[in-house]
């Protein structure tokens, strides 16, 4: 079975900052997709960011990037600048083609806090 | 706009009564999902459909039963048998269950019991 671990159940950032979540996932896959959702208050999910394993590079987008690190089955999301706005429930999950399933499996999430 | 809608926004309910979450998608995707999302606990998978007229158990179904009658539609009804349903539910969908795209999320329902 396939699982994904976030360790930090809260964090808090002040405005501006820059802050780093953390994701270790466990699979003996080698072909696979992690992703960051993000679940403000309204409690929508909305993908933050993406990134295919057998990619080297780290995916970022604006100000959000990750630090993929495969061989310790790490995936974290740095969030640069940090806004008011980034107040949410942010989880990270993981998708593989094992078995047809494509079922995607999420972490218990991290809550992050931006202070003004 | 394109978009997958999840209705009521709240819903009740009594002791012994089914009650049916309505998740409906114009994104023409094939495969739609069914999350139970609890404090603590992240993102449950209950039931999936891959496509029409199927649809498969995933990880916490007892309680649950679903139908996908509809490409656009795929409804939950929480079932008495279900003892402990006070969550929020999201809906997904995909454009092909085949395929590591990332899903695309309704705005959720919260079920109470009364």
């Known amino acids: 079975a396939q699982t994904v671990t976030q360790s930090q159940p809260e964090m808090s950032v002040q405005e501006a900052e820059t802050v780093t979540l953390s994701c270790t996932y466990d699979t003996s896959e080698s072909n696979y997709y992690l992703f960051w959702y993000k679940q403000p208050p309204s409690r929508q999910m909305i993908l933050v960011i993406r990134q295919e394993a057998y990619k080297q590079q780290n995916a970022t987008e604006n100000r959000f990037s990750v630090n993929f690190q495969k061989a310790a089955k790490s995936f974290s999301l740095k969030i640069s600048d940090s806004q008011l706005g980034d107040t949410a429930m942010y989880f990270c999950a993981f998708i593989f083609s094992g078995a047809g399933s494509y079922q995607l499996t999420f972490g218990k999430g991290t809550k992050l806090s931006v202070i003004p | 706009d394109g978009g997958i809608t999840q209705s009521p926004k709240y819903l009740f309910r009594k002791e012994g009564q089914n009650v049916t979450l309505s998740c409906e998608q114009n994104l023409n995707h094939d495969a739609m999902y069914w999350y139970r999302q609890d404090p603590g606990q992240g993102l449950r998978l209950i039931y999936y459909s891959q496509i029409v007229n199927d649809f498969q158990k995933g990880d916490i179904a007892e309680g649950y039963s679903v139908s996908r009658e509809k490409k656009e539609s795929f409804p939950l009804t929480v079932t008495s048998a279900q003892k402990n349903p006070t969550a929020f539910y999201l809906c997904?969908?995909?454009?092909?269950?085949?395929?590591?795209?990332?899903?695309?999320f309704g705005d959720g329902t919260r079920l109470s019991i009364l």
């Open positions: 997904a969908s995909k454009v092909t269950p085949y395929s590591n795209q990332p899903q695309h």
